[in-house]
């Protein structure tokens, strides 16, 4: 039977498929290769040097056959040049840090080369340190369609290079610049007029923290050059400590535009807002707005308590379009008050989604926030990081008041432990939290003893919650088994699981193994998860502070494999002693045989009570074992990115 279906359903199928699977379609016919072709060539993202120096050379190949007629470079829409992460060293928390990232290099000669090959691109992205070798006027022939462009160092050119982006489609921007150079920066704006999504970096150092800029006046410049505008993101890097001068909070700083900007809808302040006459500042210039975010408040002696809350305020009624509003700062929890939650709660109040991030731990700011959770409920809170000190489970009512927040689908909670490490950890009995919270997606804790009301899994009360993120760090995991079932039963959308610096309640076992050895055994039984990411922590095993395992295996057992996989790693020697030891792969293949070939012998239930282990064999052995239905794009031990390969085999 001879199927032929109209390419352009074909061209919607495909963008549902995997870029595997439209390779695979490639081979079926003719007419399906040229159809999939295009989508395989569309989207290209480049993880490693040897992938780009692949793809330039299957362009330029197809380029010189082809350079007449439709060559695959015509087909290039989007290329990004990704992270590339050391297989050895990935610290899940700080994954987006730019010094933990390797950029993948490109040189001049392939940039020029992809202007050539590619002449309908429309995104470059790459990470921002990778134009400072860069010359945008040697490109001869500039790409006409480029929408969206990789960050660029504004330092790093001419005053007049974005001319090169003249009479282009470019609608996305972003700039990292010095204070100084702002005023020639706005005026180059005029170049790039279609721009509708723009972000200024400001990046300050010692010698410009006391610069003052007169920023209504590059606004106000910018608006007019930009009339197509619909999201802005003004950055201040590296914003200084000290209290700033009394000249940044003259009236004439933020004076109100000649005309207002009707047209931005998308407004993020990061370390600018240091004083509420910004709050004013934004109501009358932008009256339009849909999403503001102010990031990075930082405290001023210009401005009592009172004066930030009833500006904040009136900014909210001010803003009748306002649905989105993100605070988050050294000074953001000064900001809540009764009158806030009052607007909130007020049916003419446009907002529906509200982000605080409590980036400093403040006492009694805390505690006021949370009373306002309590009496108001906040009903448009979705995300929240905060810190709490509760020694005394239910002392600050921290649990308990959140329950009132039935919106809430992003907590991230520091207790005790996770602010001062001599404190001991705070009951959290997770199962009473999900049961309150249902709607919760994603749940970080810090210091907490987590655990369950009863401690057989049978006797639990089990509903079904949609979170899908649970990340435990610096805390302790009470009846582990039980608490992994019952989380696998009653969170069926659970994508991932971290555990960083996390320990058990160890189990006191009776078995015959020789002073000279040991081995040390975890299960993480997920049988109802599907996991596609998962961290664990050397502590679920871990001896003691002077002793470790010299050896790690991570043993994944699914419902798709009759027999479990190990994968083994072990202990970086260093000089001293390490509290928190680092892992490396095993690659000694011999080595790795033995190790399994031991705890298959001795480490089973059955054979570890009657048979000890060799009495030559001195390393001591620690195996983690996570059951679950299927697994996965990645899994870690600590710092240690395990690659999937390894348990694909």
Same mark, same amino acid.
């Given at each position: 039977?001879?199927?032929?279906l109209?390419?352009?359903?074909?061209?919607q199928?495909a963008t549902?498929?995997?870029?595997?699977?439209?390779?695979?379609?490639l081979?079926?016919?003719?007419?399906?290769?040229?159809?999939?072709?295009?989508?395989v060539y569309?989207?290209i993202?480049?993880?490693n040097q040897h992938q780009?120096?692949q793809?330039?050379?299957?362009?330029?190949?197809s380029?010189?056959?082809?350079?007449?007629?439709y060559?695959?470079?015509l087909?290039?829409?989007e290329?990004?040049l990704?992270?590339?992460?050391?297989?050895s060293?990935l610290?899940?928390?700080?994954?987006?840090?730019q010094?933990q990232?390797?950029?993948v290099y490109l040189? +001049?000669?392939?940039?020029?080369l992809?202007?050539?090959?590619?002449p309908e691109?429309?995104?470059?992205?790459?990470g921002?340190?990778?134009w400072q070798?860069?010359?945008?006027?040697?490109i001869k022939?500039?790409?006409k369609y480029?929408?969206?462009c990789?960050p660029?160092?504004?330092v790093?050119?001419?005053?007049?290079?974005?001319t090169?982006f003249s009479?282009?489609r $470019?609608s996305?921007?972003?700039?990292?610049h010095?204070?100084?150079?702002?005023?020639?920066?706005?005026g180059?704006l005029?170049?790039?007029?279609n721009l509708e !999504?723009?972000?200024l970096?400001?990046?300050y150092?010692?010698?410009?923290?006391t610069?003052?800029?007169?920023?209504s006046?590059?606004l106000?410049q910018?608006?007019?050059?930009?009339?197509r505008?619909r999201?802005?993101?003004?950055?201040r890097t590296k914003?200084?400590y000290?209290?700033s001068s009394?000249?940044s909070?003259?009236p004439h700083? %933020?004076?109100a535009?000649?005309?207002?900007?009707?047209?931005l809808?998308?407004?993020? %302040?990061?370390g !600018?807002v240091?004083?509420?006459l910004?709050?004013?500042f934004?109501?009358?210039?932008?009256?339009?707005?849909?999403?503001l975010?102010?990031?990075q408040?930082?405290?001023?002696?210009?401005g009592?308590?009172?004066?930030?809350?009833n500006?904040l305020?009136?900014?909210? +009624?001010? $803003?009748p379009?306002?649905k989105? $509003?993100?605070l988050?700062g050294k000074?953001?929890?000064?900001?809540?008050?009764?009158g806030?939650a009052?607007?909130?709660?007020?049916?003419t109040?446009?907002i529906?989604?509200?982000?605080?991030?409590f980036?400093?731990?403040?006492?009694?700011?805390?505690?006021q926030f949370?009373l306002?959770v309590?009496?108001?409920g906040?009903s448009?809170l979705k995300f929240l990081r905060m810190r709490?000190w509760e020694?005394i489970?239910g002392w600050?009512g921290v649990t308990?008041n959140?329950?009132?927040?039935?919106q809430?689908?992003?907590?991230?909670?520091?207790l005790?432990?996770?602010?001062?490490?001599?404190?001991?950890?705070t009951?959290?009995?997770?199962?009473?939290f999900l049961?309150h919270l249902p709607q919760l997606e994603n749940l970080?804790?810090?210091g907490?003893n987590v655990q369950v009301?009863?401690n057989?899994?049978v006797?639990?009360?089990?509903?079904?919650?949609r979170?899908?993120k %649970?990340e435990?760090r610096q805390?302790?995991?009470?009846n582990h088994?039980a608490?992994c079932m019952?989380?696998s039963?009653?969170?069926?959308?659970?994508?991932?699981?971290?555990l960083?610096?996390c320990?058990?309640?160890r189990?006191?076992?009776?078995?015959?193994?020789l002073?000279?050895s040991?081995?040390?055994a975890?299960?993480?039984?997920?049988?109802?998860?599907?996991?596609?990411?998962?961290?664990?922590s050397?502590?679920?095993?871990?001896?003691?502070?002077? +002793?470790?395992?010299d050896?790690i295996g991570i043993e994944l057992m699914?419902e798709q494999?009759?027999?479990?996989?190990?994968v083994?790693?072990?202990t970086?020697?260093t000089e001293?002693i390490?509290i928190?030891?680092?892992?490396?792969?095993?690659?000694?293949?011999d080595?790795?045989?033995?190790?399994?070939d031991?705890y298959k012998?001795?480490?089973?239930?059955?054979?570890?009570?009657?048979?000890?282990?060799p009495?030559?064999f001195?390393p001591n052995?620690g195996?983690i074992?996570?059951?679950?239905?299927?697994?996965l794009?990645g899994i870690? %031990?600590?710092?240690?990115?395990?690659p999937?390969k390894?348990?694909?085999?």
């Amino acid at each position: 039977m001879k199927a032929k279906l109209p390419p352009e359903f074909l061209q919607q199928v495909a963008t549902y498929l995997s870029l595997q699977d439209c390779t695979h379609a490639l081979y079926v016919c003719k007419l399906w290769f040229h159809t999939f072709q295009r989508s395989v060539y569309r989207k290209i993202c480049i993880h490693n040097q040897h992938q780009l120096q692949q793809l330039i050379a299957s362009l330029t190949q197809s380029y010189d056959m082809y350079q007449h007629s439709y060559h695959n470079g015509l087909m290039v829409r989007e290329i990004y040049l990704l992270h590339e992460q050391p297989t050895s060293v990935l610290d899940l928390r700080y994954e987006e840090d730019q010094q933990q990232q390797q950029h993948v290099y490109l040189s +001049q000669e392939n940039f020029g080369l992809l202007a050539k090959l590619c002449p309908e691109l429309e995104v470059l992205d790459f990470g921002i340190a990778q134009w400072q070798h860069l010359t945008l006027s040697a490109i001869k022939n500039p790409w006409k369609y480029l929408r969206y462009c990789a960050p660029i160092h504004y330092v790093d050119f001419a005053p007049r290079f974005l001319t090169i982006f003249s009479g282009t489609r $470019l609608s996305h921007l972003h700039l990292s610049h010095q204070p100084e150079d702002l005023n020639e920066l706005v005026g180059s704006l005029q170049h790039v007029p279609n721009l509708e !999504h723009l972000t200024l970096e400001m990046n300050y150092n010692d010698n410009n923290t006391t610069l003052s800029l007169p920023l209504s006046n590059y606004l106000q410049q910018l608006h007019a050059h930009l009339p197509r505008l619909r999201s802005f993101n003004f950055i201040r890097t590296k914003t200084p400590y000290e209290e700033s001068s009394v000249a940044s909070h003259d009236p004439h700083f %933020l004076s109100a535009f000649v005309k207002p900007c009707h047209t931005l809808q998308s407004l993020s %302040l990061h370390g !600018h807002v240091d004083s509420y006459l910004w709050f004013d500042f934004i109501s009358s210039n932008y009256p339009h707005l849909q999403s503001l975010s102010l990031t990075q408040l930082t405290t001023s002696r210009f401005g009592a308590k009172w004066m930030w809350q009833n500006a904040l305020v009136h900014m909210i +009624q001010s $803003l009748p379009l306002l649905k989105s $509003l993100t605070l988050g700062g050294k000074n953001a929890p000064q900001l809540f008050s009764k009158g806030f939650a009052i607007e909130l709660r007020k049916p003419t109040c446009s907002i529906s989604d509200l982000y605080v991030d409590f980036q400093t731990y403040q006492a009694i700011e805390s505690c006021q926030f949370l009373l306002l959770v309590q009496s108001y409920g906040l009903s448009q809170l979705k995300f929240l990081r905060m810190r709490v000190w509760e020694q005394i489970p239910g002392w600050s009512g921290v649990t308990s008041n959140l329950f009132y927040c039935k919106q809430l689908q992003t907590l991230e909670l520091s207790l005790s432990k996770g602010l001062m490490d001599q404190f001991p950890f705070t009951p959290f009995l997770i199962d009473h939290f999900l049961g309150h919270l249902p709607q919760l997606e994603n749940l970080t804790l810090v210091g907490a003893n987590v655990q369950v009301t009863y401690n057989n899994y049978v006797d639990l009360d089990k509903g079904i919650f949609r979170l899908g993120k %649970l990340e435990l760090r610096q805390s302790k995991i009470e009846n582990h088994e039980a608490v992994c079932m019952y989380l696998s039963f009653c969170c069926p959308q659970m994508h991932t699981f971290v555990l960083v610096k996390c320990e058990i309640e160890r189990k006191r076992r009776q078995h015959s193994v020789l002073p000279s050895s040991n081995l040390n055994a975890c299960s993480i039984p997920m049988p109802n998860s599907r996991l596609s990411r998962v961290t664990l922590s050397s502590f679920l095993i871990y001896l003691g502070t002077i +002793q470790s395992n010299d050896y790690i295996g991570i043993e994944l057992m699914t419902e798709q494999r009759e027999q479990s996989i190990i994968v083994w790693c072990e202990t970086i020697k260093t000089e001293g002693i390490q509290i928190y030891p680092s892992y490396s792969l095993c690659e000694d293949r011999d080595k790795n045989a033995e190790l399994t070939d031991l705890y298959k012998m001795y480490g089973s239930p059955s054979t570890a009570a009657l048979t000890p282990m060799p009495g030559n064999f001195t390393p001591n052995i620690g195996v983690i074992t996570l059951h679950c239905k299927a697994l996965l794009s990645g899994i870690a %031990l600590d710092n240690l990115k395990i690659p999937s390969k390894h348990f694909n085999v």
